[in-house]
């Protein structure tokens, strides 16, 4: 086996990048790993606010954002532009010499837009289809962050939305072939949890199997499945770890849940 | 004098990007150029007008958009995210690597937050303290195009709204100890017009004195004359040569005013 260079890869969600100061305070603990590094952001909350103030509607089905032409244009403004360049300047302001990209910029992700699925129209969804490792390594071996929004192209000049924890896990996957990649999803709870409403419960270690048997119990809920699946996923795929945790973990990955 | 390779800066405007047809036309003339090319865009009646669908009141002071708390976060939005990654899908699209950039994004772009002046407080309006013309280079040498966004950073996390205008001027500048670089201003009329009315009254050819006595007898007018002022400087700092044209002409650069 080759001896290859660590690299993380961190994804925060919508709640966290809302609020600036919760959003400063993460990026200091990102920003105080060493090391090469990727960070992928949300930003959900924020452009259904964003939304709501344009008179957009918003709907989600099994959560996910039906995106039509308003819509787009609104996560468009919101994931590449508000959430996007203010993490940008923060990590400036850190020292880390930083670059916000979506998936159109150099041709970093491309997708293929989501086909009608059982009459579900998800409008300018795309699903990736690649992810450059080539172009992200370039980047990050010049000593520079990628800040990756969750918005891809279809390569015929159309920006799509696509799900950030999607991008954290494909990016993980690509750039496993030249790196010793951690993935780590960062959100508000401490990890996987036995017992939803006991933050104390987190299950440090986590097997497929187990996940398997948790989500059949009903243990594991809706929102969980989708980011476990991904993350084993990643796993599958040569990405060394997955840490779920929480922001005010993000600076000891030992806590939180390792996926195995 | 070495001999350097040649590099174009375009600067559209906002009328030309805020639709998407005319966006498109003036992409594929802009494609067309062969060899190493920055974009820097606009975006104001955009911004004006998303401004409006939030409820956020739009204040110009001689041209000049005051950026107060909610002003910077819809132009970080339109001109970050929503012109520059739409712009950047469509070049993907016709065969060019771009990608979309603003001063914050690996530090390209170091502006002063614009002190109050005889009582008027631009907000979160910068001054362009320095462009990193090694950074861009780098990006242009490796086959990339930037697109450049009128937003900078002063350096302390914070986004700042610049002129494009003057963000095209200062990168002409500042990439002209490298290249030799020709600054497209590009634009809804064919030129600097004689006669505001005729718009076959182009001046060909314009040089300083012209310029100053035009401005002097009242014939070139506001809105021209700060663009006139920034591309005289990038001249006189090294650029080998400034066209300011219409979007028509973009493909035939011996069209439009020429400054000497």
Redesign the interface.
């Known amino acids: 086996m080759r001896n290859m260079e660590k690299l993380l890869v961190v994804k925060v969600g919508g709640k966290v990048v809302e609020n600036a100061s919760s959003l ?1 305070a993460m990026l200091a603990r990102f920003a105080a790993h060493e090391g090469r590094k990727v960070l992928v952001h949300g930003g959900g909350v924020m452009a259904t606010s ?1 939304a709501r ?3 957009v509607d918003t709907t989600m089905v099994e959560g996910r954002r039906i995106t039509g032409d308003k819509m787009i ?1 609104v996560v ?7 959430v ?3 993490i ?3 990590l ?2 850190m020292g880390l ?6 998936g ?4 970093i992700m491309l997708s293929t837009k989501r086909p009608v699925v059982d009459g579900i129209d998800y409008g300018w969804v795309g699903d990736v289809k690649r992810v450059d490792a080539h172009a992200l390594s ?1 980047l990050v071996e ?1 000593g ?1 962050v990628p800040v990756l929004a969750p ?1 891809t ?1 279809d ?5 799509l939305n696509t799900n950030a924890d999607t991008i954290a896990a494909e990016t993980a996957r690509s750039l496993a072939s030249r790196y010793d990649v951690t993935l780590v999803y960062c959100f508000e709870k401490n990890g996987v949890l036995l017992d939803p409403g006991d933050d104390g419960s987190v299950i440090a270690s986590l097997q497929l199997r187990q996940f398997q048997e948790l989500k059949a119990s009903g243990v594991i809920n809706q929102g969980m499945i989708p980011k476990l699946s991904n993350a084993f996923k990643a796993l599958q795929s040569g990405v060394r770890e997955v840490v779920i945790t929480s922001v005010a973990h993000l600076d000891d990955l030992s806590q939180g849940t390792h996926l195995q």
């Open positions: 400063q964003v103030a344009m008179g244009d468009t403004m919101v994931y590449g532009g508000l996007n360049k203010r940008v300047a923060m400036e302001c010499n930083a670059v916000g990209l979506c159109a910029d150099m041709n370039t010049a520079v918005l192209h390569g015929k000049g159309h920006i």
